[in-house]
């Protein structure tokens, strides 16, 4: 049970954040849990909703995206993010699982997607304070300055979503994520 409400409904959400979850539904068919706690604030319903939108426009492409969030979740230890981006990751990125599980142990098997999974992890284990050698890596493996400020702005709004569930402990709506291996 989630520490935050999260409104059984949309009809039972904030009339700002109503329409808004209307469009979640009708882009995929439900509303997940993650939607309606952050819609208790249309505010923060909105923010989040822009900038995954503008960043979806960016020049990171789905997969790595995918894979960025499934490292940051991991990090981050957000059970919820984990299983939806699991899912997402397999059934919308066509992620396998072994690159599935590899993304969430902060790599890649794609040479190009491992650099931006490993800089998304420096910058999240180092809360932006990577090293030279960190923004070295990313341009040597081809990221132009605006992949590396959407990285970067990706790992934000992961950090931004694992929070929110961590605090309210967002009931999972997706198939759980089976734990690493030790």
Known sequence: MSRINTPASI????????PLLEAV?????????????????????????GLNAALG????????????????????????????HSY????????????????RRG???DAKADAAVRFAVAVTKARGRVGNGDVEAIRAAGFSDAQIVEIVLHVALNTLTNYVNNVAETAIDFPVAKPLAA
Do not use: H, W
């Open 11 to 18: 009809d039972t959400a904030p009339a700002g954040s109503q």
């Open 57 to 84: 426009k960016g020049a990171v492409d789905a997969k790595t995206r995918e894979r960025i969030a499934l490292a940051v979740a991991e990090i981050n230890g957000c059970d919820y993010c984990l299983a939806a």
């Open 88 to 103: 997402m990751g397999a059934n919308l990125a066509k992620l396998d699982e072994a690159e599935i599980l590899a993304n």
């Open 25 to 49: 539904k009708k882009q995929f068919g439900i509303v997940p849990n993650l939607f309606r706690v952050v819609g208790n604030s249309p505010a923060a319903l909105e923010g989040y909703l």
């Open 107 to 109: 790599t890649s098997g």
